[in-house]
């Protein structure tokens, strides 16, 4: 069935790139996303990339995409205590709208 | 912005009591989505709807139940609390794009 992967924890000093990866199984997504979570909150989203897509850039952050092996990853740069949160990814599953979100990467950044 | 309002942050309710959880969205979008959290277990899909009075399933629906009588309104219904409901629960709603959005969760204990 459909699977979302990441490596549960990540710890960075500040100043550092983060890279937090994600494999999918789904070869049909459209596309495919980042959502941030902070302590005791909801879920907000950081960024997405269309499936026909290798890269995108949004100020601090790159999203990688290879869709040969159906990987994902997101580089933080200049990696700040205030990006220590969750960060999910997911991808648009078969059945109709919804999204198969992974576990979840808890990133850890040191001062 | 988009705003989707979970009407209870923080609810402690008695094994056996029906719950209600209410979730609103100000973006005149057609799906709404309901997902619960737990450590180690990410996000699993309750129930989503994709239009008035319509619902679909999700990964875990049982002991659960929804509402969708106004486009903007999603409900939902644990008809008799148990302890193993005890988490934290996300509403969201989606555009057209499938972007979803959440809300800022609700923080459920049943004892």
């Known amino acids: 069935g459909e699977d979302v992967e990441q490596s549960l924890f990540l710890s960075v000093r500040e100043g550092d790139s983060s890279v937090i990866n994600c494999t999918y199984t789904?070869?049909?997504?459209?596309?495919l996303y980042w959502y941030k979570q902070e302590p005791g909150a909801g879920l907000q989203l950081l960024t997405y990339i269309f499936s026909n897509m290798d890269m995108k850039q949004d100020q601090r952050l790159t999203v990688l995409l290879n869709k040969k092996d159906k990987h994902l990853s997101l580089r933080i740069a200049d990696t700040q205590t205030g990006d220590s949160a969750i960060y999910f990814c997911a991808e648009k599953g078969q059945a109709g709208t919804a999204l198969i979100f992974g576990k979840g990467t808890t990133l850890s950044v040191s001062s | 912005d988009v705003k989707v309002t979970q009407s209870s942050r923080y609810l402690v309710k008695r094994t056996g009591e029906k719950v209600f959880l209410e979730c609103v969205q100000d973006m005149d979008h057609e799906n709404m989505f309901w997902y619960r959290q737990d450590p180690g277990l990410g996000l699993r899909l309750i129930y989503f709807s994709y239009d008035v009075k319509m619902k679909e399933k999700g990964d875990i629906p049982e002991g659960y139940s929804v509402s969708r009588e106004k486009k903007e309104r999603f409900s939902l219904i644990l008809e008799s609390a148990s302890t193993n409901q005890t988490s934290m629960y996300l509403c969201a709603s989606s555009d057209i794009r499938n972007t979803i959005y959440f809300g800022e969760g609700s923080w459920l204990t049943v004892v």
């Open positions: 789904d070869s049909s997504s459209t596309y």
